[in-house]
């Protein structure tokens, strides 16, 4: 660890909220700084049984994302992939519209055997995780089924439906988590969001919508992060009133938003003690509810990604150090 490292936190413990590719940029920038005082906390609302398989899109992105093996240029999957499997399926006329590389499908071969035999998601998670090598604990929202599901003019989507064949094409009008009601937080997260060595909790630039909102639809998992006794700080994944990537400022406007850092403030108002937005934007501070702390928020490298984890984490120990000044 840098010098710079330890100033940032002592010894305390960060929890971050995740979805899949924009999220696991900056776990990955906090992975670096934190090692195994990081807990990921995941969205599973994209979760789906696909060919007879549970694939955890979001979990694994974190997975090859946090253990080097990601693929950079498709976004997702691995990067040493070939696509055997695929081309047979093709062969076979079954469905091709989800891609599974060779050596991603073992992921989800395994894991729905180990789910078959009745393993939680939470183990089987955590073991993967030491295989890869990573260090921080990364833990579904909830061993519960939630679905994520797109209500368009064309009727009610599955999520992988919408986000992949449909390549998000469709109007949203809602967006619902099926099954939410009856799942849990896990006693992980619950043990994570309640340590009292607990420093920081980061929600990623991750789809406050399709990636964030799953994960505070759990029962419990907002009172949670309110008893925390940390701050909350979120990273706004529009930029220059774009996302970055994907499809957040289309959902945005759909959904009769516009697509600023306000509305990102908005969204998550009485959750987080403040936003962390780009400095090409900090001319919207003033119309954001709370504090905003403003820096370059557009990871293209590894680097970038551990400087704004830094700049996060700082930001979310200077709330905490006001708070403690004024009480
Ligand atoms: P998905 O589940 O794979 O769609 O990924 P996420 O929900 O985790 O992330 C999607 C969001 O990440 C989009 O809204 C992007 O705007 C945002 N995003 C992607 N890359 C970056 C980046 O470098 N900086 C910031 N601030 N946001 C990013």
Not at 74 to 79: A, F, V, Y
Not at 89 to 95: K, N, Q, V, W
Not at 156 to 182: H, N, S, T
Request: with cysteine; proline share 5%.
């Amino acid at each position: 660890m840098t010098a710079a490292a330890s100033t940032i936190t002592t010894k305390g413990r960060v929890v971050a909220l995740c979805g899949g590719v924009g999220g696991a940029k900056l776990a990955f920038g906090l992975a670096r700084i934190l090692g195994d005082r990081l807990t990921v906390v995941v969205n599973t609302g994209d979760d789906f049984e696909h060919l007879g398989l549970h694939i955890s899109p979001d979990l694994d992105t974190v997975l090859y994302t946090l253990s080097g093996l990601a693929n950079r240029e498709l976004g997702w999957g691995r990067g040493d992939e070939s696509w055997n499997f695929m081309s047979v399926l093709e062969d076979l006329g079954a469905e091709t519209w989800f891609r599974l590389g060779d050596r991603d499908l073992a992921l989800h071969v395994e894991r729905t055997r180990q789910l078959r035999a009745g393993v939680p998601l939470t183990g089987i998670i955590a073991a993967f995780a030491k295989r890869f090598g990573i260090e921080a604990e990364i833990l579904p929202m909830s061993d519960e089924k939630v679905s994520t599901t797109v209500v368009t003019p064309e009727g009610a989507l599955p999520f992988q439906r919408y986000f992949v064949e449909r390549r998000c094409a469709p109007v949203v009008r809602e967006i619902r988590f099926d099954g939410a009601d009856k799942a849990q937080p896990t006693a992980q997260v619950r043990a994570a969001l309640g340590d009292p060595g607990l420093e920081a909790v980061v929600i990623c630039p991750s789809n406050p919508f399709l990636s964030i909102d799953p994960i505070l639809a759990v029962p419990g998992m907002r009172r949670l992060l309110q008893d925390a006794g940390a701050p909350v700080v979120a990273v706004s994944p529009i930029i220059g009133g774009k996302a970055v990537k994907g499809p957040t400022g289309k959902i945005m406007a759909e959904l009769g938003l516009a697509a600023t850092n306000m509305a990102i403030g908005d969204h998550y108002r009485g959750l987080v003690s403040g936003l962390v937005i780009d400095s090409g934007d900090a001319a919207e501070r003033g119309a954001i509810d709370g504090p905003t702390h403003a820096t370059a928020t557009l990871m293209s490298t590894d680097d970038d990604r551990e400087r704004l984890a830094r700049e996060a984490l700082g930001f979310a120990l200077r709330l905490a150090a006001a708070k403690a000044a004024a009480t």
